[in-house]
């Protein structure tokens, strides 16, 4: 089964920038769309960038995403951090069947 | 606006079924992909299913194969999620998401809190 590992969590300073990795078991992570999810405490998930690195209108350019084939891996970058940013980040891809499969999750702190 | 509605918090009986409604509005609903997703407390989200608006075909995880019916209403923009043999494991928050494909997800509703317990 396809699967897609990001770490527990993460934390940085204002100002500064982060980088939240995703990692896919098996196959080429470049071949199917990575979208990552926002959640902050008690919210619904919202849509934080799409298509490996599209962002939605509203999300500042301080979010980025990328896909390294190398490491099978994607990425979100987040640069001049706000306390704002705090939240829990999902990737999310989809197997060969088309079936969605999502990150465990990523806690950011902003400290 | 692009918005998703969802129906409001259930609590039902373990065996019985939930249904949960999501309504959109400020896109071309016809055109889109709905997703549904759930997150148990303090837990990861958990896909559970598709339907591509236009044709009616739909796709569930393995998980829930059994239990799960996602339909639409192309009339009133509605998109619905039925759980069957509902069980205390379901307790869940449980989110629509609508994108223009299969592939993603650009808008989501407030979530529906399902609740199950005797």
């Known amino acids: 089964n396809f699967m897609l590992t990001q770490p527990h969590s993460v934390s940085e300073s204002p100002g500064k920038t982060v980088t939240i990795s995703c990692t896919g078991s098996s196959g080429s992570i470049a071949s199917n769309y990575v979208q990552w999810y926002q959640q902050r405490p008690g919210s619904a998930p919202t849509t934080v960038i799409y298509?490996?690195?599209?962002?939605p209108s509203g999300v500042p350019d301080r979010f980025s995403g990328s896909i390294d084939s190398s490491s099978n891996s994607a990425s979100l970058t987040i640069s001049g951090l706000k306390t704002e940013d705090e939240a829990d980040y999902y990737c999310?891809?989809?197997?060969?069947?088309?079936?969605?499969?999502f990150g465990g999750g990523t806690k950011l702190t902003v400290l | 606006q692009m918005q998703l509605v969802q129906s409001g918090p259930e609590v039902k009986k373990p065996g019985t079924s939930v249904k949960v409604s999501c309504k959109a509005s400020?896109?071309?609903?016809?055109?889109?992909?709905m997703q549904w997703v759930r997150q148990a407390r303090g837990q990861r989200l958990e896909w559970i299913g598709w339907?591509?608006?236009?044709?009616?075909?739909?796709n569930y995880a393995q998980k829930f194969q059994e239990r799960v019916t996602i339909t639409r209403d192309m009339s009133t923009s509605t998109a619905y999620m039925e759980l069957s043999s509902l069980r205390s494991e379901d307790t869940a928050v449980y989110y629509c998401?609508?994108?223009?494909?299969?592939?993603?997800?650009?808008?989501w509703g407030q979530g529906t809190l399902v609740t199950v317990s005797s």
């Open positions: 400020g896109f071309t609903f016809t055109s889109s992909a």
């Open positions: 298509e490996d690195n599209q962002r």
């Open positions: 998401a609508a994108g223009a494909s299969i592939a993603v997800a650009r808008y």
């Open positions: 999310q891809s989809y197997d060969s069947s088309n079936s969605w499969v």
């Open positions: 339907i591509v608006v236009g044709s009616g075909n739909t």
